[in-house]
């Protein structure tokens, strides 16, 4: 199609195309449609609300974390050091079967022995007679236990050796029972001393022997 041609066209169209007047409800739609957006276009970009971090969120729940780990840790630490203590009255036990070196007074006289600590400790423990009931006195000696020395008296019931360890704590405690490395273990708090019986005897006479001794 040429110039012509085009003016041709358009000729017809003026002539003979049929021509609709807008309605004012039209033309008024139209121009507040074309405000709005010349008003959108010029309003600020408002700031969007604040909102917390994510790195926030992260400080929070490193926070909590370590408050939960300090909790669990202190927790844990109060058991791991009655395991060790345990752990250091069986090792102690064994050793002094092993070593040959149960006493340093031999002797099933308590009056014997409980003199012998003397100057040794800072306190006297208590050294009953309880050959009568089954467990006769072999004798005593000198333990380190916990960084403090202790008294452990040692005593026999058939064939089985016990080792009772001594030393001051205050307050009194029920005797509570437990086993390590196949060894039973007795601990309570009676008298201003607290006590600790280690023997691969059965549990309940080694009980029976917490029971006579005060």
């Known amino acids: 199609m040429n110039e012509d041609d085009d003016h041709e066209l358009s000729g017809l169209i003026r002539a003979h195309a049929t021509r609709y007047q807008a309605s004012p409800a039209l033309e008024t739609a139209i121009q507040t449609e074309i405000a709005l957006q010349s008003a959108s276009a010029r309003r600020p970009v408002s700031s969007s609300p604040w909102r917390w971090p994510v790195w926030g969120y992260a400080g929070v729940g490193f926070a909590c974390g370590i408050v939960v780990s300090a909790i669990m840790m ?12 345990e752990g ?3 090792n102690s036990h ?7 070196h149960l006493t ?13 600590f003397q100057g040794k400790l800072s306190y006297s423990p208590p050294v009953p007679d309880l050959a009568a009931q089954g467990f006769p006195l072999v004798g005593g000696r000198l333990d380190y236990l916990s960084s403090r020395a202790v008294a452990a008296l040692v005593y026999r019931h058939n064939d089985h050796l016990i080792n009772v360890f001594v030393w001051p704590d ?9 086993v390590r490395q196949g060894y039973n273990l007795i601990q309570w708090r009676e008298g201003g001393m607290q006590y600790w019986a280690v ?4 549990a309940s006479e080694l009980l029976t022997l917490s029971n006579l001794l005060h």
């Open 88 to 90: 250091e009255l069986t």
């Open 74 to 85: 202190l927790v844990a630490g109060q058991y791991r050091d009655a395991g060790n203590l």
């Open 170 to 178: 205050s307050g009194d405690s029920p005797k509570t029972q437990s």
């Open 94 to 100: 064994v050793r002094a079967l092993m070593a040959n």
């Open 104 to 116: 340093d007074v031999a002797s099933s006289d308590n009056h014997t022995v409980k003199p012998w």
């Open 199 to 202: 023997s691969d005897v059965n």
